[in-house]
């Protein structure tokens, strides 16, 4: 038998050798997620034994690191805006930059407000504004049952449930002809919606270009869904439904936030002016790189 530090230890070096960068944060939160320690008790349990049958299970778990899937996935978690996601095969994993989103749909929100969030994935964007806005109610939809399901957990998990309806379907196919949830009050569809339109629309949709997602590192390519990544042969394909039809479901005033790549602000920006929205702003993120557009609907 091999002690708790040999162990991790043993993986971090066969990790760093085959080249990865976090060898040793990712051996020790594998081997601790196996054994069902927290950082102290693999501080302060080093000298322990571990059973055979304990390391098989993190060598299982190491192993799959190796192929290039990520920690998260291995662990069936991510922390994301101070918040605990679970994530399926149908979920994006939940990235940093991504929190510059929810920082805006933030200020955006007025008291009271509206919104959807369109492809949802795992329901972070969506479910990190509402803990943080009790008064505020959601909308998020998602083709994928598997991501609503999801989502649905996510919602559960950090309880926010009772303010996020989940809809299934292809943008705003999702919304429209299809009953309200009690809680929303409203038509949701073009003809009904009124001054009960949304006050926000969001998205982190598909925006990598057919042809660059073959070249993703693996931990991207071979492990998150390819509907989320694939944004068409420009990669610009969900920003043009996007802007097409956002003005169909928004109050008058109401704001449109998108995450972006970092070289499509431009581009994204003109789709939205082409469709008559206005005060257009591309956002950077900390890395001073474009990541979210803001438009108006007048």
Not at 14 to 24: K, P, V
Not at 79 to 97: H, K, Q, V
């Amino acid at each position: 038998m091999v002690t708790v530090g040999a162990l991790w230890r043993r993986w971090r070096d066969e990790l760093s050798q085959r080249g990865f960068a976090t060898a040793t944060l990712d051996a020790k939160l594998l081997v601790g997620h196996a054994l069902g320690f927290g950082a102290l008790q693999l501080a302060t349990r080093e000298s322990e034994l571990v059973s055979r049958l304990l390391a098989s299970d993190a060598a299982e778990l190491l192993g799959r690191r190796l192929t290039g899937e990520s920690v998260a996935r291995i662990i069936g978690h991510k922390e994301f805006y101070g918040l605990e996601f679970e994530l399926n095969e149908a979920t994006l994993e939940p990235r940093p930059d991504t929190e510059l989103l929810v920082d805006l749909a933030l200020k955006a929100l007025p008291q009271g407000g509206r919104f959807v969030d369109l492809g949802t994935g795992s329901g972070c964007i969506p479910i990190s504004v509402l803990a943080n806005r009790p008064d505020a109610r959601g909308v998020a939809s998602d083709i994928n049952p598997r991501a609503l399901e999801m989502a649905g957990r996510n919602a559960e998990r950090n309880g926010v449930s009772g303010r996020l309806e989940l809809r299934q379907g292809d943008w705003f196919g999702a919304l429209a002809g299809r009953p309200p949830h009690p809680a929303l009050r409203a038509d949701l569809s073009p003809e009904g919606r009124g001054e009960e339109g949304f006050d926000l629309i969001l998205s982190n949709p598909p925006y990598i270009s057919s042809a660059v997602v073959e070249t993703l590192s693996p931990e991207v390519r071979d492990f998150d869904p390819r509907l989320a990544l694939d944004g068409g042969p420009d990669g610009l394909g969900p920003y043009r439904v996007i802007a097409a039809k956002a003005a169909d479901w928004l109050k008058p005033g109401g704001q449109v936030l998108v995450e972006i790549g970092y070289d499509q602000g431009e581009a994204v920006a003109k789709l939205f002016a082409a469709a008559g929205f206005s005060q257009i702003v591309v956002e950077k993120d900390l890395a001073g790189l474009d990541r979210v557009v803001s438009a108006h609907h007048i």
